[in-house]
């Protein structure tokens, strides 16, 4: 460690498919920012601590050496979600920004992005340990996933849920900050206050990045019905908290069809 004090210290915990790209672009202008800092490494050692080859204390210390080393202001990326309890303990004066994007517009983004990208090699081998697909079984209703070699719709749908709830469980919430996707680039003054720095050094000309382009919509690949079912049995409460607006997949492209406009 060099000694050099950080204008602040905070992790993205976003979901992937949320704006962790966006974010790391609005701040990268003015401050060490990074996106997906040494992903494959971080995810090796998640696994390992979770199957009980690595322990505890060398997570904890992977983490401290890293953070010695990059010496980041801002680290975004959807694997700090896997490690985010021990980054709390860790890091005391860490802060937290979590971006949460509604489950309609986000297994669309998701499969979209399964279904037209080469997925790289340790997020591939990475997956089914994530998504646990063995207890959420294709069914009669989307087997044009399973054909298109994807999880099933409820497979996806709960671990959106499973992300979306569990940060403010770990994160105090003085030390967190919800932040909807949607509403990112309108966000730059409680981003900042948060933050504590101001918010013309916040880049918004650098808050789209890495959009996505339609090509595989999952209605495409599920009926209508059997998706708004399926919203409705495993992401209702979250939805709830997160977007009480949202009532169906027309409520929830409204803000992106209006920020096209």
Not at 17 to 26: N, Q, Y
Not at 59 to 64: N, V
Request: glycine residues 4%; aromatic residues 10%.
């Amino acid at each position: 460690m060099d000694g050099q004090t950080r204008p602040f210290h905070a992790y993205c915990v976003g979901d992937a498919k949320s704006g962790t790209a966006s974010m790391t672009g609005m701040l990268e202008t003015h401050f060490r920012s990074a996106h997906e800092p040494e992903r494959s490494q971080l995810l090796d050692r998640v696994v390992a601590y979770d199957q009980g080859r690595v322990s505890r204390v060398r997570l904890d210390d992977y983490l401290s050496e890293r953070d010695d080393r990059m010496r980041l202001d801002f680290d975004s990326s959807w694997a700090n979600y896997f490690v985010m309890g021990r980054l709390v303990a860790l890091f005391p004066d860490a802060r937290f920004i979590q971006l949460v994007r509604d489950c309609y517009t986000w297994v669309e983004s998701i499969v979209n992005h399964l279904g037209t990208r080469t997925i790289p090699r340790d997020v591939r081998q990475v997956m089914d340990w994530w998504f646990k697909p063995e207890l959420y079984p294709h069914t009669k209703d989307d087997r044009a996933l399973e054909e298109a070699r994807m999880h099933s719709l409820e497979c996806y749908l709960t671990r959106w849920r499973n992300q979306a709830v569990r940060p403010s469980n770990e994160i105090a919430s003085d030390r967190l900050l919800i932040v909807r996707t949607h509403e990112l680039s309108h966000s730059f003054e409680p981003i900042a206050r948060f933050l504590d720095i101001h918010p013309e050094l916040i880049d918004g000309a650098r808050s789209h990045w890495n959009k996505g382009t339609k090509v595989k919509p999952i209605l495409t690949l599920v009926d209508k019905s059997y998706l708004e079912e399926t919203i409705a049995r495993v992401c209702q409460d979250a939805m709830g908290r997160f977007f009480p607006e949202v009532t169906c997949s027309e409520d929830a492209v409204k803000p992106y069809q209006r920020a096209e406009l």
